[in-house]
């Protein structure tokens, strides 16, 4: 049944309620045991970043309401913020139709980006060459 | 030099342009020549979906200003909209910091979501449970 979980959903009214654990349960996890997480400013709708969850950081951010990937080259917790203060405080977490990708709704604090800029996608395509379209900005 | 290709940008004043084909030839390909690729209403910041492109289908998109995914189910090209209608008109492609997730603004005609919803994160966690937020939408 693992692989029909979402499909069965999909017809399913608004304000339908699903068991959050069978769901967690049913999330289609790659082969190293995580899935795409989206960051996206609450407010203002700016996507900040992508970065990987594995389920102990899905539960994690749930629990405690600060944003916690899995680190795919520190093998580890990367409890977003730890070190720089850039927490994100999660709004909502969300899924997709088919439990393959997770939006994390968030108040980002300062940048989210590690190279201070507000967010990750900074090299715009232009033509045939891509351009950086963002500066650092202050931490606040 | 192929990983410092997006660490030696870091660095770079706003306004700095670089050649694209350099850009693809450095983005982080996952080990079946995969990136993720967000897409994200233009005017309305609604983050639509998310799937995956290779290298060919980032420049097919790139050419015909419609975006192309690699559809990992079917192993084909995705071209989206191709059956239903609802593409995706490319307004810009980003590339994030490292070079490994792609992020296309873009017009979206009619609902992004296969379940006729107007995007793909219909599933919102809400305490212990998850909740359907979103109904099918009409196609325009």
Redesign the interface.
């Known amino acids: 049944m693992k692989n029909n979980f979402?499909y069965d959903?999909?017809?399913?009214?608004?304000?339908?309620?699903?068991?959050?654990?069978a769901?967690l349960d049913n999330l289609r996890f790659n082969e190293d045991g995580l899935i795409?997480a989206?960051a996206?400013q609450n407010d203002?709708?700016?996507?900040l970043?992508?970065a990987w969850m594995n389920r102990a950081s899905i539960e994690e951010t749930?629990k405690t309401g600060q944003v916690c990937y899995w680190s795919r080259s520190r093998q580890a917790y990367w409890r977003k913020g730890e070190s720089s203060g850039h927490v994100q405080k999660l709004v909502?977490?969300?899924?997709?139709?088919?439990g393959d990708?997770l939006?994390c709704l968030v108040n980002q604090q300062g940048p989210a980006?590690?190279?201070e800029?507000s967010n990750?996608?900074?090299?715009?395509?232009?033509?045939?060459?891509?351009?950086?379209?963002?500066?650092p900005c202050c931490t606040k």
């Open positions: 979402y959903l999909e017809s399913a009214d608004k304000g339908t309620q699903t068991d959050l654990s769901a795409p989206i996206q203002t709708g700016e996507v970043m992508m749930l909502e977490m969300r899924i997709d139709c088919d990708t939006l980006c590690h190279t800029r990750c996608f900074f090299h715009a395509v232009k033509e045939d060459q891509i351009e950086i379209i963002a500066e």
